[in-house]
């Protein structure tokens, strides 16, 4: 038996759980969202705990258990206080700006980025060069964060580029005149 799956995932006040067939959906305060889960796995809710189950001991079956379990937590979190990832602009002239449902970047090339802001996900943009990335999908907030970074990366001798706020990038040193 997985050691995360068997551990039961507390319920805050206003979440609830319900499981119709293989699709698990999550209603909270941030919103609702919705899962298709393995067939050999069951969600039970009690009280104010919900336990993810493996219906039969197979191999097979137990290998969803853990993911199962960790995917519904997220999913439990996100509606209740959901997720945020924050990324910083490093370099001359780059910054960002949100103009209706887009994300407009100025990153040093010769026209601006522009992303197409997903419903579900809130995106704001503090002294322009901050990007905040908020929703209820922990998938969604990440993959979007790393799609705007994706643009462009920090590169390895200045730093400069779309970084996240709690990266560290290691610098290589440059050329030095060749010693004779």
Do not use: C, W
Request: glycine fraction near 12%; avoid cysteine.
């Amino acid at each position: 038996m997985s050691r995360i799956g068997k551990q039961p995932i507390q319920l805050p006040k206003g979440v609830e759980v319900k499981l119709t067939g293989t699709k698990v959906s999550v209603k909270g305060p941030k919103g609702q969202l919705e899962r298709n889960l393995h067939s050999s796995i069951g969600v039970a809710v009690e009280g104010e705990h919900a336990l993810v189950t493996s219906k039969t001991g197979a191999l097979e079956d137990r290998k969803f258990h853990g993911l199962s379990r960790t995917l519904v937590n997220n999913m439990v979190v996100g509606v209740s206080s959901g997720y945020t990832k924050t990324l910083t602009l490093i370099g001359v002239g780059y910054r960002a700006a949100v103009a209706g449902k887009e994300l407009q970047l100025t990153l040093g090339f010769s026209h601006p980025v522009i992303y197409p802001i997903d419903a579900g996900l809130t995106i704001t943009v503090d002294k322009n060069t901050t990007i905040v990335i908020a929703g209820a999908d922990k998938e969604k907030v990440g993959q979007t964060a790393a799609n705007i970074r994706g643009f462009r990366p920090p590169e390895p001798y200045h730093g400069k580029g779309v970084r996240y706020a709690d990266e560290k990038i290691i610098t290589k040193v440059g050329k030095s005149a060749g010693k004779k």
